[in-house]
Nanobody, 122 residues
């Protein structure tokens, strides 16, 4: 079984910073893409940032230049560094990873964290 455990959310003032962490644990042979999504009240879940196993990154236009995604393959961990936070960044942030549990597994599977609340407000 694989679990993604997120941490680092909270309340921050506009212009502030937060760092989210997501650690994968359990039966893991390899982790491919790792992503951060977010879902604000009344809105659909949206991709915020993505990082490949090799370190290639992609960002939503709304966070480019403010957020940075990074990962440590040895620690099975991905981070999201969020700077210059705005009220519109308020949402539940979810970690997502594509994981192969065993070398003999025919498929990779999608796993999600439980979500962590980020609130940007004065």
């Amino acid at each position: 079984q694989v679990q993604l455990l997120e941490s680092g959310g909270g309340l921050v003032q506009p212009g502030g910073s937060l760092r989210l962490s997501c650690a994968a644990s359990g039966s893991i042979f390899s982790i491919n893409g790792m992503d951060w999504y977010r879902q604000a009240p009344g809105k659909e879940r949206e991709l915020v940032a993505r990082i490949s196993r090799g370190g290639t990154t992609n960002y939503a236009d709304s966070v480019k230049g403010r957020f940075t995604i990074s990962r440590d393959n040895a620690k099975s961990t991905v981070w999201l560094h969020m700077n210059s936070l705005k009220p519109e960044d308020t949402a539940v942030y979810y970690c997502h990873a594509v994981i192969r549990s065993h070398w003999y597994s025919p498929h990779d599977y999608d796993y999600w964290g439980q979500g962590t609340q980020v609130t940007v407000s004065s």
